[in-house]
Every structure is written in C-alpha cells, then in structure tokens.
C-alpha cells in the first residue's frame, strides 16, 4: 500500500510550486484572491485522494512566504462527522511519541462523545481527531511517517469511499 500522505503531500507541494508564479502575481494584487487560489489547489489535490485539504495561514503575513505553502499548517479532512478512533486513543498517542520528536501528548476535545489528541512537538502541533489531522508545524519525514501511519490505521476505512 503506498504512503497515502506522503504521496498526496508530494502531489500538493509539486502543484503549488508549478503554480508559484501565478499565485505570486495573484498575491500582488489581493491576498483574499490568493487565499482562495491556494486553496483551490489544494482542494483538487485532496480531491484526487478522497481526503479534504486546507491550508491555514495562522498568522497572515505567512501567506507572502510562497517557497512554504504546503510545507506547513495543513488541515486534512478525511471523515468531518466521525467523533471516535477507529483504534484505542492510547495507540494513535504511544504512537507519536515513538514516531514524533514530542514534548507533549495528551487528549483533546474530549466532550459529547468526541475524541482527540493533541501533540505537541518542538516544532509546533498536531490536532489528530477521528476524522481529521491538523499540521501545525512544518512537515519534514518524522511527520510524514506519522500521518501515513495514521492514513493506514485510522483514517484507511473512509478513504476507500
């Protein structure tokens, strides 16, 4: 089975790059346009993949920084109504330690019914929920390694829709 995330990230990194010069030119002109532009792209990337894409730009002057779109602040949507794991919440956990430079990893959203995990790096934060990974963090192999394995073991079921 190929590395679902890697893949897609490779595929959006190369798309976004292709269209740099475009993008820039839009940005010149009015941000929001290029917001929605990047996003654009995104979208028919995940679409390719049955998984929703989203850059964030948490801080807004991050969107003049065009050599890091899609290198950071990431959000894949895979199942936006799913509230549980597939798997034990104490699974997708060890497994960030073990994969991931953590500094911290402890539950989150933990209310109505729902689940999550929140994993704090020394270089950002992972959001992983039942349904959906947030990266916000630059996204370098440790990462990659652990959101295939969370493509494989969490997310597998709804991406064969």
């Known amino acids: 089975m190929p590395a679902i995330f890697s893949t897609l990230y490779d595929d959006l990194v190369r798309n976004l790059r292709l269209n740099e010069n475009s993008l820039k030119s839009i940005l010149a002109r009015n941000p929001s346009s290029a917001y929605a532009k990047i996003n654009e792209i995104a979208h028919f990337v995940g679409s390719r993949y049955f998984i929703e894409v989203r850059l964030q730009f948490p801080q807004h002057e991050k969107i003049f920084e065009t ?7 990431l959000g894949l949507i895979v199942n936006k109504f799913r509230k549980t794991f597939p798997i034990p919440r104490e699974q997708v956990k060890l497994q960030a330690c073990d994969m991931l430079d953590t500094v911290r990893v402890q539950d989150a959203y933990m209310y109505e019914g729902k689940e999550g995990v929140r994993v704090i ?3 950002g934060r ?3 929920l039942p349904g959906s990974v947030h990266l916000w963090c630059k996204v370098d192999d440790n990462v990659k390694s652990y959101v295939d394995w969370l493509m494989d073991m969490v ?7």
């Open 121 to 123: 790096t020394k270089n």
């Open 67 to 73: 050599e890091s779109y899609g290198t950071e602040n």
């Open 155 to 161: 997310y597998v079921h709804d991406l064969k829709k």
């Open 126 to 128: 992972l959001e992983v």
